[in-house]
């Protein structure tokens, strides 16, 4: 733990003279109207082409993790991209750190990226050079010396635990390991933003446990603003302070981690939420699930409970205030960062007046309530 907290210290004050003016930018990432649209190229291509972006506006405060979730094709690979303009947009604007990347080319569009570190799903390391060299590679395209790479290098080794490995190469690492080395060699020019492209897809959940603790750690000691993209809401539970969804190339939805898995305000926030809780009807009662009501059915419903709802008898109060019957078909509670989220799937059972009685009932409390359907009664 000394190694380690001594590599924070170093890498802090590496940070902390990044350059004039970089702890003065209240926004670290301002995407604004950013589009992307690839052509086709070749004889007879036309002049259509694939919307990969549309008019995509993120900004991302200094020191804040930042997650995209979508699903594949979605846009999310294509939006962090242009973050460093390994993709140009096609229209709009990206600023990092107070300087606007679009309206740059060349060396200093290069400089630019030095302040922007990238690590990738599958690691991108050279397997000729070792560990040392993988970390050291930046800093030697910069034409820095031996002894300056050796004096920065050490210390980044240490704060991804890796101080014992240096002289290995990675095809004698594990997959979190190269994921570590990977991270360091992105600090290694002082970066005042990390990009992650997809960086736990390749691991274990146990793995994926321990790169998301040194992110958030690096994160926490030294200030450093982070986007990621992802596919896998553990991740953004675990580390994310804000959340954006992406679809079909647009936001459609942002919001703070505690509010998008409390209530996620669109149908695809929903899904994804639902997908990671596991909180679906049994299959024997979806397949008898009606959207209408008949004379004779009763609703069932998905409940979320967030705050003092989670620890309030609004069951067995419903119950008994309202006439009806409850059968809860499933529930669980999570601990999402600083809020508790309970989720519950049941059939209200009772007659037509008691039933509506009871949404109503439901309604007025402080949970969300989704009518999954109706079934009919079996008497």
Known sequence: MATRQGGLFFARSLLARAGPGATSVAQMIRLQNV????????????????????????????GQIHGVIGLSGAGKSTLIRCVNLLERPTTGSVTVDGQELTGLSGDALNQARHRIGMIFQHFNLLTSRSVFANVALPLELMGMKKAEIAERVTPLLELVGLADKAR????????????????????????????????????????????????????????????????????????????????????????????????????????????????????????????????????????????????????????RECGVDVSILQAKVESIQDRTLGLMIAELMGDAADTRRALSYLETHDLQVEVLGHVQRDD
Do not use: W
């Open 35 to 62: 589009s992307k649209t690839y052509f086709s190229k070749g004889k007879g291509a036309g002049p259509g082409g694939v919307e990969a972006l549309k008019a995509v506006d993120l900004h991302v405060p200094k």
């Open 168 to 319: 290995q190469y990675p095809a004698q690492l594990s997959g979190g390991q190269k994921q570590r080395v990977a991270i360091a060699r992105a600090l290694a020019s002082r970066p005042r933003v990390l990009l992650c492209d997809e960086a736990t897809s390749a691991l274990d959940p146990h793995t994926t446990g321990s790169i998301l603790e040194l992110l958030r750690d690096i994160n926490q000691q030294l200030g450093l603003t982070i986007l990621l993209i992802t596919h896998e809401m553990e991740v953004v539970k675990s580390i994310c302070h804000r959340v954006s969804l992406i679809s079909g190339g647009e936001l459609v939805e942002e919001a703070e981690v505690g509010d998008f898995f409390t209530a996620p305000r669109t149908r695809l926030g929903r899904d994804f939420l639902n997908d990671f809780l596991e909180l679906e009807p049994p299959r024997a009662l979806i397949e008898r699930l009606e959207a209408d009501p008949g004379p004779h059915s009763h609703p069932v419903v998905r409940l979320a409970f967030s705050g003092d709802a989670v620890s309030t008898p609004l069951i067995s109060r419903l119950a």
